[in-house]
């Protein structure tokens, strides 16, 4: 009997659960488990293997950033280990600088001479969410004072030493389309076409990044603004719209749903067709973000053996939500223009005691 993949793998996680309220010495029916491994399905897309990195815990500074002075082995301040292992995994893209990182930062802030960029409060220091109630003991250091010292540069020759493609996250709830459009500029102008691309050449990037994935805020309907998803579409379209390319073709991700609310996307397709079906086809792809947490401590090293099986089931609702989104966005885009980009999902624990203040263990 040919068994599904899903239904394997739901399978699996109903078997594992009910293993373990079977009786000591229950004898299960004999199984057979036939592998085909010379039978193609199709084509999977490098982007699947992309990744998301934010100014959260020990994520950038520590994580890929250790600077051109650590004793940490690194090329050019990026830590030489991780490059070494990010090759291995052969990314499709990373997303950066947020999150919710992204709804405060100004990209201005990450470029030029480091030792006059600007320090700031990092957006998770003085939260209300739990997950972040150790950066309450930090008193100094980049984790809750960033120092720009990563910045658009340093994340592209992240981005190149890994060769992996960029997906940069504009701020939407903070600053505003001007500040989007000279983003674009400063990444993707031609030197000596504008002072922007000039100031690029300067700090030693004289050919443009070509940046093609660009995220239109971050959370709308949360860190991102608190918006509704009318809000948020009449947001897309000051965004969206007569963008320069500068050569570069624009993949431009709109703020998706927060888990299961596919009113959020229904209500979002809804206001921005309402001028005709134009701007979705400048949308490349629909955002949806998803975290999965045990009922129990949420530690991410003290669980029991439910706790483990309650979290793989709530992983494995991630088909069903693809699924309901999916069928909502052909409601307003039947041509299917429209790619469900899933940029942000995976287990999201408490601060385990024996991290440093501020660290998190598992996070996406």
């Known amino acids: 009997m040919a068994l599904g993949r899903r239904d394997f793998l739901g399978g699996a996680v109903a078997v594992g659960a009910t293993a373990l309220l079977a009786p000591r010495g229950a004898q299960g029916a004999d199984a057979k488990i036939e592998v085909l491994l010379n039978e193609p399905i199709g084509t999977i897309s490098p982007d699947i293997y992309s990744h998301f990195i934010e100014h959260l815990g020990g994520v950038i500074y520590d994580g890929v950033w250790v600077g051109e002075n650590s004793k940490v082995p690194n090329i050019n301040g990026i830590r030489r280990a991780l490059v070494e292992h990010m090759l291995r995994l052969k990314t499709g893209a990373i997303r950066w600088p947020g999150g919710c990182f992204a709804d405060q930062y100004s990209w201005r802030d990450g470029i030029g001479s480091r030792d006059k960029r ?71 102008a031609p030197a000596g076409l ?3 691309s ?20 971050n959370e709308s309907w949360g860190c991102g603004g608190d918006m509704t998803p009318e809000e948020y579409a009449t947001e897309f379209r000051k965004f969206a719209a007569w963008l320069p390319t500068y050569g570069t073709k624009l993949q431009l991700i709109a703020s998706g749903p927060n888990g299961g609310d596919v009113g959020w996307t229904r209500r979002f397709f809804g206001k921005l067709t309402e001028k005709g079906s134009g701007m979705v086809g400048r949308m490349y792809g629909w955002a949806l973000h998803y975290y999965c947490q045990t009922t129990g401590k949420g530690n991410a090293l003290e669980y029991t053996d439910d706790e483990w099986y309650d979290l793989i089931s709530r992983a494995d609702r991630m088909e069903s939500l693809i699924t309901q989104h999916w069928t909502v966005m052909g409601e307003s885009d039947p041509q299917r223009r429209v790619k469900l980009i899933v940029d942000e999902w995976g287990a999201w624990h408490l601060q385990d005691p024996h991290m440093p203040a501020g660290y998190l263990y598992a996070y996406p």
């Open 118 to 188: 600007p320090r700031r409060v990092n957006f998770w220091a003085d939260t209300n969410y739990k997950v972040t109630e150790a950066y309450k003991q930090l008193k100094d250091g980049p984790q809750k004072y960033e120092s720009n010292w990563f910045g658009t540069n340093e994340f592209m020759q992240f981005c190149r030493l890994v060769k992996a493609k960029p997906y940069l996250a504009a701020n939407v709830r903070s600053l505003n389309v001007r500040d989007f459009l000279e983003w674009i500029e400063y990444c993707n």
């Open 194 to 196: 504008t002072t922007l």
């Open 198 to 217: 000039d100031q690029r050449a300067a700090a030693g990037e004289k050919d443009p990044f070509n940046v093609s994935y660009w995220g239109v805020g």
